[in-house]
């Protein structure tokens, strides 16, 4: 495993591209900081700061730091779709192969990188949380600071469902730029499904349905904080109540996504005449 990731870095670290991106996929994190430290001016009357809001106290930090590091994935997806491209572009791919790298090591090379950069990430996002939380929180208990802490483990699983799902459109289009577009393409159907669906039946069971889809059910480990930090202000409101929890039949979902678009980047790569 060790071989093959080393293999893999030394390529990123290589090509100049490669090394931008990465570095701006691990700096962007940290705006999260800087969102903590936001002071909004209102009409000149009042400041407005929203570290002092106490929507940085623990618990409610870990699910709000993790859903708005995940929006800043998109980087290391670039990055992703780039280790294909350039394979097939600079013809490494087959001089790989006839080196005396498998097929199968060459995809696993691909996925160890992206557990590699998806721990990593999960790491910074986890201490950047922990000193802003500790920083701004009234609850400084160790009881409640590691309450909902599983929403970290949530980000680890998004980031390497999503990657890997980069990964098996990177050797599916072989064009980087195309494999990207792709996404977006995947995201419109998932909600043309969804609305075929509501159509045909009801939203309820459009909505379990969505659930299962690879975008939809990525999103869902990590739902929107926005709703909840308002039920903290206004508790009495009982329609902003929504299940917010990470739930163990959501990891099993993405987790099964990643597997099947690992086994089908193989399958392409085994199939392909290069």
């Known amino acids: 495993m060790l071989r093959l990731l080393n293999l893999e870095l030394q390529k990123l670290l290589l090509n100049r591209t490669s090394k931008i991106l990465i570095f701006v996929s691990f700096i962007l994190p940290f705006f999260v900081i800087l969102l903590s430290s936001l002071k909004?001016?209102?009409?000149?009357?009042?400041?407005?700061?929203?570290?002092?809001?106490?929507?940085?106290?623990?618990?409610?930090?870990?699910?709000?730091?993790?859903?708005?590091?995940?929006?800043?994935?998109?980087?290391?997806?670039?990055?992703?779709?780039?280790?294909?491209?350039?394979?097939?572009?600079?013809?490494?791919?087959?001089?790989?192969?006839?080196?005396?790298?498998?097929?199968?090591?060459?995809?696993?090379?691909?996925?160890?990188?992206?557990?590699?950069?998806?721990?990593?990430?999960?790491?910074?996002?986890?201490l950047i949380t922990l000193c802003i939380g500790l920083y701004y929180s009234s609850f400084t208990e160790l009881g409640i600071i590691i309450q909902e802490i599983e929403f970290l483990f949530a980000y680890f699983i998004k980031l390497i469902g999503f990657f890997s799902l980069c990964l098996f459109f990177g050797m599916l289009i072989k064009r980087s730029a195309f494999a990207l577009a792709f996404l977006f393409i995947l995201f419109?159907?998932?909600?043309?499904?969804?609305?075929?669906?509501?159509?045909?039946?009801?939203?309820d069971i459009a909505e379990r349905i969505q659930g299962f889809f690879p975008l939809k059910s990525m999103y869902k480990l990590i739902d929107q904080?926005?709703?909840?930090?308002?039920?903290?202000?206004?508790?009495?409101?009982?329609?902003?109540?929504?299940?917010?929890?990470?739930?163990?039949?959501?990891?099993?979902?993405v987790i099964l996504w990643t597997a099947l678009f690992v086994f089908l980047s193989y399958r392409l790569l085994k199939k392909r005449d290069l």
Not at 188 to 199: A, K, P, R, S, V
Not at 229 to 244: C, E, H, N, R
């Open 40 to 126: 909004i001016n209102v009409f000149g009357i009042f400041t407005l700061e929203l570290g002092e809001l106490g929507i940085f106290n623990f618990p409610i930090i870990w699910h709000l730091t993790t859903f708005f590091a995940a929006q800043f994935k998109f980087f290391f997806a670039i990055v992703v779709v780039s280790m294909i491209g350039n394979e097939y572009s600079n013809k490494t791919i087959k001089q790989n192969l006839i080196d005396g790298l498998s097929k199968k090591e060459f995809i696993l090379s691909k996925f160890y990188t992206i557990v590699f950069f998806s721990l990593v990430s999960t790491v910074l996002i986890g």
């Open 188 to 203: 419109i159907l998932e909600w043309i499904i969804f609305g075929l669906i509501t159509w045909k039946a009801n939203a």
């Open 225 to 253: 904080p926005f709703q909840r930090i308002a039920m903290t202000k206004f508790p009495d409101k009982s329609d902003l109540a929504y299940d917010y929890a990470v739930h163990w039949h959501e990891y099993g979902v």
